[in-house]
């Protein structure tokens, strides 16, 4: 038996406990739980086979009441003596996505990221949408490109056209981008015909991570009207690997701020959803931007009831995220194109005039947030690199 | 042993033998063929426990030298005697969803169609976007509430706002609308970073089944800017419960209608992926529509190239829808918005005048493709019928 070390200012102390999937050499992935730089293997702590598996869906199926007495069950546990062969040091394990994701879903729930998208891609409209202050504008992303964190990115080729060029061309996206999000993991599914209140949140989401919507720009700009986005999106989606807990965050939950127009009945509720936590951006490791998620317009719990009140079944693994989080501030924005206005403001990167990503590019973004007595509650980066577009015959 | 008994005019015939997944009162669910009117249990015929699961996922993985060889010695067993208990009466089957759904892809690949909803939602401009002509327009859609033919439709909830409304409002859609679509499934996955060219469509798509794609137009028109449908269409989208494998639409194959301009390079191929289908689109049984998949602009392997050429996976269960099908004439059109132009040319249903769908109606889609030697190749219908909104405290 060992007891665990860990350092009272760890961003992963008792108060956290985020779930992951985790490997050691010549072992099959299965679920852990982070505390301080340990992963403690919950096939040995708890003898839950629920834990012998490569996902969390299994578990986050159970729902509420087995979350709360698992997460204090581990609690008791790991601040005693735990057996040896039950912990992994981080530097040693590998970490897999998390969830198998059902579907996925991208909101636009920052009023200033909405807004400056809006100035750069529709120049000579209003930048909110009329519809914009009334539901949370959201749509439907690739769930089999969802990856985990550290996982490369190809860039993506496809087509482009500049509003002063004739014709479209082909060809590796030139305005390759991120998207600092916060995305929500569904554990208890819904049925067809029914909807998730905003007060019915935490009876069905089961946890939190650190999103990176990475998005070619060039091939956005021209394929999404009318539908949306579609290949300027699809290629990839980055999470971090640990899940962290809804019931950690309990001190980060604000009010977000105030939504006038008042929003219709259904995306009322009474529970606060806000949530106080503030992300960092970094390109090629220098920090670059600050994003606020306590200024987010709509919450997750409206993100929810939203997406299921026509009906739609809400899934075990499916995953939702807020939509890029830009604060007021330059330094707050959750995109490089806005970072650099379009790629007009391009911004200093180790010595470098950055605008876009180039190949070998490196982004991290991390989170941490309100925890009880003044701690904070960490969340894995989520990170990746650039890698070249494979080489085509067309 | 028995023989079975093939009409010669059978929609269903030898060339045909689309697979399903069914079951009997009281067994699981697991792989059949149609052949006529009767279920072939392949579980029986073919020694393979491939069949023996309740999606065709296992097996549509297999890829296609599998596939041909399977549908060869299909093709042979049930010319001849077959055991009696591997043969179930069609009207005594319980069909399930075919496949287990991966990533959902929609596309409006009709001319006619994006033509006739861009001059119905958008009167003040171009009815056809400029990039219309240089992609195959698509959007992701929510694969949880893919369903079998016959699964009821509740009719969904949500926010509209009218043009010459000042505020949203909150209801059951009253503009309940379907789309008649041909869907096509994925067998043999690829890599995230690769791309599927025109022709390698059949190494991967393993068949086709017809779709409806329910749509709410008064929630879609109100949320779908800037990023697409979203709530006005996931609720529900219906496909058939048989899967026509590809090698059975050989001789509908087809050119597309000219495409000018040409596209790029990497929508270009050397195969013929036009498919000569007749749909059929049935309200209250009565034929109201026979829109002409022929007319599609963009065929299914340009749907293909392009959802990958950006180097997104494809994987193993998707389906990709070609958009509503429509063609020029007005009984030719596949959706009723189309139909009834927006609701102001009501048609006669039963001695009713109808717009868009009431609770109770119920709407069939079925398809037929040019077969060889005359003969013609039958889907299976996807039938749907409306049941009331369900209660709310909203």
Redesign the interface.
Known sequence: MTVLDIPVDSLFGLDNLPYGVFSTEGTAPRVGVRVADHVVDLTILLDDEVFAQPSLNAFMARGPEVWAATRSRISELVRGEVPENAVVDLANATMHLPVEI??Y?DF?ASEHHATNL?RL??PDSAPL???WK??P?????????V?VSGTDI?R????R?APDEA????GPSQRLDIEAEMGFLVGVPST????I?PDEFAEHVFGVVVVNDWS?RD?QA???????????K???TSISPWVVPLAALAAARIDTPAQD?QP???LRGTEKWGLDIDLTVEWNGQVVSRPPYAQMYWSPAQMLA??T???????TG?LFASGTVSGAGRDERGAFIELTWGGKEPVQVAGRSSTFLEDGDEVAITASAVGPNGARIGFGAVRGRIVP??P?D?
Do not use: C
Not at 137 to 145: A, F, I, N, Q
Not at 192 to 195: E, L, V
Not at 309 to 315: F, H, I, L, P, T
């Open positions: 059902a579907d879903v636009y809006g891609f529709r949408m009329p519809n009334h539901l504008v959201g749509y439907h992303g690739r769930s089999s490109t990856i190809v993506p080729r496809g087509q056209k014709t479209p061309t082909f067809i015909g029914d909807s209140t070619a091939i021209w394929e999404y009207v009318p539908l949306g986005p579609f290949l300027g699809s290629f990839a127009p219709l009945l259904y939203h997406t009140v026509n009906g739609a079944a809400a899934s499916d577009a494979h085509s067309r």
